[in-house]
């Protein structure tokens, strides 16, 4: 029977026969034999395998084995005499299934640049770095959904190809068959010609969330979403993928919980049984990274309403390149000052001045501010972005002329304001920046498979 290398490594017992499929990391000779690392992607940890000159097909082939060449590799499992492995796997047989040219192959036995490895996103997920990334994004996906179904949330497939700009900040992707050519109203209709009216790339599932919720209660959309925003940093990507909850019968405190719950839940399973991969990030990437998460686990995450954060960065002895005042929507040296250097943990902000935030937000009683709240980190800045919604139907309607939005094509949103409307909120986690604070890898170019940013879209 086939096994892979995480079960051998932790279930095999000694003298049992196993068989496994992987890739040579590395190849060494001594005398009449050679040691093999073998990694099947399963883990971190490379199995060891000791190739006798015995074998028929040592010379031949055994001895131009280079790392990336994949093999099947059937033995008796044995302890092994030398520190590093508790067991390692005695050849019988080993079969080469793809051999890997050592002139071309790109990846060599030293550490690479994660920039470099960028350029090679077909192969950086054999490097044990991007491996481990991989196996952890794994899990808190699946986190997500064990998160919300243990709590009777209802996951909702949300369209990708969307008519509505959920937060209106107009950074769609137009989707259409036509190549267009014309400009102006011309364009214009020839990207109407598919669906009937201009379509494009979700920036959010979060209006159609909102529909499902205020039918099933308590539901989630967890899917891509892409955004046309010319943002060259470490945080930004154009297709990213978000976690949103929608929530109804719930005001603004209650979805900060859930966020704080929520995450909390998230940092505490990736702990647990991502062990192997999170000390790799812990001693390589950010050094004391699982003692940071540990302490997010135990400690209350902070509250400061945007009123007062804006008083305690007038008052900071700091020089901001963006200058502070009331209405400013901070940036991330502002959101990076508070969490990192005031707070020193997560923070909540919320009650954004209404001119700064989308119109779905609920206005508060000041008629200045919303009922709106991010969540920020040290190290990353904004993780979530979320609020209770506006359930009133006029102050609504006006909101939605203020922010100049077509009130007819938006009709069954506003539907839902006349039929049975109840206060819901909701929010949106951010999973690239999510597995960027668990790994504590710099770029969030490291942690999608395949990342795509203005001008790079490789794979
Ligand atoms: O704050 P945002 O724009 O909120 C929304 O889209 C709401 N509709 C969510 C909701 O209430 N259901 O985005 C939510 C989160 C941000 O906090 C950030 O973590 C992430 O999505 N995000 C990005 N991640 C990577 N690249 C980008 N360009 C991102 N833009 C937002
Ligand atoms: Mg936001």
């Known amino acids: 029977m086939t096994n892979r290398i995480n079960k051998i490594l932790t279930e095999g017992k000694t003298g049992s026969r196993q068989t496994v499929n992987g890739w040579v990391r590395t190849r060494r000779d001594t005398g009449s034999f050679s040691f093999l690392e073998i990694n099947d992607g399963s883990c971190l940890a490379n199995l060891q395998v000791i190739a006798e000159g015995t074998l028929p097909n040592y010379s031949e082939e055994i001895k131009k084995l280079s790392a990336g060449c994949a093999v099947t590799v059937s033995g008796d499992l044995k302890e092994s005499p030398a520190k590093g492995q508790a067991v390692e796997l005695?050849?019988?047989?080993?079969?080469?299934v793809g051999w890997a040219d050592?002139?071309?192959?790109?990846?060599?036995?030293?550490?690479?640049?994660?920039?470099?490895?960028?350029?090679?996103?077909?192969?950086?997920?054999?490097?044990?770095?991007?491996?481990a990334v991989s196996r952890v994004r794994s899990?808190?996906?699946?986190?997500?959904?064990?998160?919300?179904?243990?709590?009777?949330?209802?996951?909702?497939?949300?369209?990708?190809?969307?008519?509505?700009?959920?937060?209106?900040?107009?950074?769609?992707?137009?989707v259409t068959t036509e190549k267009v050519e014309k400009s102006g109203a011309d364009a214009a209709a020839q990207v109407k010609e598919f669906f009937g009216k201009s379509a494009g790339l979700t920036v959010s599932g979060q209006l159609q969330a909102e529909v499902y919720a205020l039918a099933l209660g308590d539901v989630?959309?967890?899917?891509?979403?892409?955004?046309a925003e010319k943002s060259h940093t470490s945080r930004h990507l154009s297709e990213f993928w978000m976690i949103e909850p929608e929530m109804a019968f719930c005001d603004l405190e209650k979805n900060m919980q859930i966020a704080e719950e929520m995450l909390k839940y998230l940092l505490s399973d990736v702990l647990e049984n991502c062990r192997e991969d999170m000390q790799l990030f812990h001693k390589f990437i950010e050094k004391g990274l699982i003692d940071k998460l540990q302490s997010v686990i135990d400690d209350d995450f902070g509250h400061i309403s945007y009123t007062e954060a804006i008083e305690v960065l007038l008052k900071a002895e700091k020089?901001?390149?963006y200058p502070v005042s009331w209405g400013i929507d901070l940036q991330?040296?502002?959101?990076?000052?508070?969490?990192?250097?005031?707070?020193?943990?997560?923070?909540?902000v919320t009650d954004y001045p209404s001119s700064i935030k989308p119109f779905y937000m609920r206005l508060n009683d000041d008629g200045k501010t919303v009922a709106a709240m991010d969540l920020l980190v040290p190290g990353i800045g904004e993780i979530v972005g979320g609020s209770q919604r506006e359930e009133r139907y006029d102050v609504l309607y006006s909101r939605m002329l203020e922010a100049g939005i077509d009130v007819e094509q938006y009709g069954w949103y506003l539907d839902l304001r006349k039929f049975g409307s109840v206060p819901h909120s909701g929010f949106g986690l951010g999973f690239e920046r999510l597995v960027q604070y668990v790994t504590g890898m710099a770029n969030i170019r490291e942690v999608i498979p395949f990342p795509r940013t203005p001008g790079s879209a490789p794979c």
Not at 90 to 96: G, L, R, T
Not at 116 to 129: D, G, Y
Not at 333 to 347: D, F, M, N, Q, S
């Open 332 to 348: 991330a040296e502002h959101e990076r000052y508070l969490t990192e250097e005031v707070y020193k943990r997560p923070l909540f």
């Open 319 to 321: 020089q901001f390149e």
């Open 139 to 174: 899990r808190l996906s699946w986190g997500v959904h064990n998160y919300f179904q243990q709590r009777d949330f209802f996951q909702i497939h949300t369209p990708v190809i969307t008519t509505s700009d959920c937060e209106g900040a107009g950074e769609m992707f137009t």
């Open 220 to 227: 989630y959309t967890f899917g891509p979403t892409f955004r």
């Open 90 to 96: 005695h050849a019988d047989s080993i079969i080469v």
């Open 102 to 131: 050592p002139e071309e192959y790109p990846l060599q036995k030293k550490r690479h640049s994660f920039e470099f490895l960028r350029e090679i996103s077909h192969l950086r997920p054999r490097t044990n770095a991007l491996g």
